[in-house]
């Protein structure tokens, strides 16, 4: 379940390992990135850098960030991890103290750009009655889902029967004057996966909320393996 308290700082990086290769576990070096993002919360761009053993120093490569994405050998090779185990991964492979996420950002030279467009208008054109806005969002990943991990993000958010139908896992939270609603979807036949996250909002309600939920249903997939590929507005 989301944070009855939505997180408003700034985000952390997205940290990854970099494996040796498909059939092996050994890790050779970390991935570190950062989403740039629109006043509304959908994605402009992807800033990244690297470092692995073979390397000299930090790299930074827009197709490397674009292949975890949309290439299922260089994405079998990468695998989402915390920043504290980046940390011991990094020391432990001769590269000392993880530099600090400030020190990190530097390293982005090579941003990968991602389109973006007005919101496409789906549903009704008026929120509800009792409230002021409703946005919807999609937050589309890469990867695949077992079903132990759909399981455990049902019973995460409290998922009950019913809801949409393709929906896999769903959740709610209303958040003082922001109420948020979100589904799992598989899409693309079956080749990737996404939330859908429908905010309403009520008179005077900011979208600090909106933010966080979008921070914290990221992480969670993310935490299952999966790979954030873009977040779009559909209204």
């Known amino acids: 379940m989301l944070a009855t308290s939505l ?12 494996l040796a ?12 990135e950062e989403f740039v993002r ?17 390397d000299d120093g930090w790299w930074s490569s827009a197709s490397f960030s674009r292949g975890m994405r949309n290439d299922p050998e260089v994405r079998a090779r990468v695998a989402p991890t915390s920043r504290q185990v980046a940390e011991r991964v990094y020391r432990t492979l001769g590269g000392g103290d993880l530099p600090a996420e400030a ?3 530097t390293y982005f030279r090579e941003r990968l750009d991602l389109a973006s467009a007005p919101p496409l208008r789906l549903g009704p054109a008026q929120p509800p009655s009792g409230f ?3 946005r919807v969002y999609r937050v589309l990943f890469a990867g695949d889902l077992r ?19 393709g929906s896999h896992a769903s959740g709610h939270l209303d958040d003082g004057g ?25 008179s005077g309600a900011t ?17 299952q393996g999966l790979i954030p590929v873009t977040t779009e507005r559909f209204a």
Do not use: F, K
């Not at 290769?21 to 991935?31: A, E, F, K, L």
């Not at 979208?207 to 935490?223: H, I, M, Q, W, Y």
């Open 147 to 165: 079903p132990e991990q759909v399981a455990h993000l049902r019973s995460r958010w409290r998922t009950t029967g019913g809801g949409d139908a």
């Open 38 to 54: 629109n006043g509304d919360h959908t994605t402009a761009g992807l800033d990244g850098a690297g470092w692995t053993t073979s």
């Open 7 to 18: 997180r408003t700082a700034a985000r952390p990086l997205d940290y990854y390992l970099v």
């Open 207 to 223: 979208d600090t909320a909106v933010g966080g939920a979008l921070s914290e249903l990221t992480d969670a997939l993310r935490g």
């Open 132 to 134: 002021r806005e409703r």
């Open 103 to 105: 020190v990190l950002r």
């Open 21 to 32: 290769g498909q059939d092996g576990p050994d890790v050779r070096g970390i991935v570190v």
């Open 178 to 202: 922001t109420l948020l609603t979100w589904d799992l979807r598989r899409i693309g036949s079956g080749l990737a996966w996404c939330i859908d996250l429908t905010v309403l909002m009520r």
